[in-house]
Each structure stands twice: as C-alpha cells, then as structure tokens.
C-alpha cells in the first residue's frame, strides 16, 4: 500500500509555476523522496528525488521540509505538455519496490 | 543508448490462457521490476529481479512468476487468465542501488477476454 498522501487533482495556468504537496507521514530516516509523472498510456517518467535537501534540476525542484513529512514538487514554468499524473513515492533500500498511490492528476489549461 | 522494450504492446487472450511478456532493460541495468496498472487499484509492484535473483515481490497471487535472464532480460509470466488480469504490465530498470531512479518501458496492455 502507498504511503504517501496527495490531492487527486490540481489545475494550473500555463506559464505559471505548478506546485505539487505531498505528505510523508512514514517516512523513514534512510528513505528517499521520489517524484514521477505518467502521461496517459505511457510508462511513468522519473522527474526527480531527494533525501533532505532541496533538489533542483531541469524539469523541477524539490522542496522537502526539515523534518522530512511533506515536500513539495514544482514545475516553474507549467506548460500544456506537463499535464499528466504526478507520483510522490517514499523508498529506501528497496527502492525498485516502489509503492505508487494515486498521484495527483495536474491539469495545465491556456 | 535504447530505453526499456518491452514486447509485445498490445496482446489479446481468453481466460484460462496463459502469458508471458518480455522486458529488455536499458544497457548495464541488472535490476528489473514489473508493474500491474489497472483503473481500479492504479499502479502495483509486482516483483523485482536482480542479477537472475528476485529480490522483493508483492501481493500477487502465485499464477504471476517471473524470471531474468544473465543478460538481465526478464520475462514475466501470468498463468490461468483471469478477467481480472486485464491491465497495462510495466517493467523498470534500473542498476539496483540504493536511492537511484526507475526507468520505464512503455508497457504491455493485456485484455482477457
């Protein structure tokens, strides 16, 4: 079962940042923060994880706060091709052992 | 550098049939899991292989097994169809250490008629 808690669903204007929660309420001490999205019909596509720090790299940032029960994934430019499920996953050593919930479905309307 | 394959993408059975999918991983991967997505319980793990062993599995009945290969190939095998078995299989590669990323295929859609 997941362990993670996010809204079903989320829309934003294109051009405008995306900002996506999620809780970890679970979340061990050696447990990475794991971001994915799938886009219909395709196979979910990595976007980015941490562990404690903040992560940024050329499709998002990640914001995790200090004690690690929620972060927070941003899209700083939302376009229409951004819109998709978005995954938050919490795994550790296990990590192929990967437990998706049912994501937030983001839509990004013109 | 190719993705995940995974053969075929689309397959039609009857229920009592049995299937086996095939996953090719990404070049230098050892680890290989497989996913069951369905409208109604969303995306599943299944069981992952490592290095020809499995590693972790998950709360599937014993008509789903699995297996790799020394090229790190895996099939997986679904046996006695059930309607019920209807769904997009995914499999992810991946080196098979800790805190690292999942790449996907694109899937198999399996209908069980």
């Known amino acids: 079962d997941a362990k993670t808690t996010q809204p079903p669903s989320m829309d934003c204007a294109e051009g405008r940042a995306a900002n996506l929660p999620c809780n970890h309420s679970?979340?061990?001490?050696?447990?990475?923060v794991y971001w994915y999205r799938q886009i219909h019909s395709q196979g979910p596509q990595y976007i980015i994880h941490?562990?404690?720090n903040n992560e940024t790299n050329e499709m998002a940032s990640l914001i995790i706060t200090e004690d690690r029960k929620s972060s927070t994934l941003i899209l700083p430019h939302a376009t229409l091709r951004d819109t998709a499920v978005y995954y938050c996953?919490?795994?550790?050593?296990?990590?192929?052992?990967?437990?998706f919930g049912a994501g937030t479905r983001l839509t990004v309307k013109p | 550098k190719a993705g995940v394959t995974q053969t075929p993408r689309y397959l039609i059975k009857t229920r009592g049939q049995q299937v086996t999918l095939s996953c090719s991983p990404i070049?230098?991967?050892?680890?290989v899991s497989w996913y069951q997505q369905t409208p109604g319980q969303g995306l599943q793990f299944l069981f992952e292989y490592f290095s020809e062993t499995q590693r972790n599995k998950g709360n599937f009945p014993g008509r789903f097994s699995g297996r790799q290969f020394s090229n790190s190939r895996s099939e997986m095998n679904v046996s006695t169809l059930e309607l019920g078995d209807s769904a997009l299989y995914l499999c992810?590669?991946?080196?098979?250490?800790?805190?690292?990323?999942?790449?996907f295929g694109s899937g198999t859609q399996l209908s069980v008629l």
């Open positions: 941490g562990l404690k």
């Open positions: 070049s230098g991967h050892r680890s």
């Open positions: 992810a590669s991946s080196w098979g250490q800790w805190g690292e990323k999942l790449f």
């Open positions: 996953i919490d795994a550790g050593y296990n990590n192929n052992d990967m437990r």
């Open positions: 679970t979340i061990s001490g050696n447990e990475y």
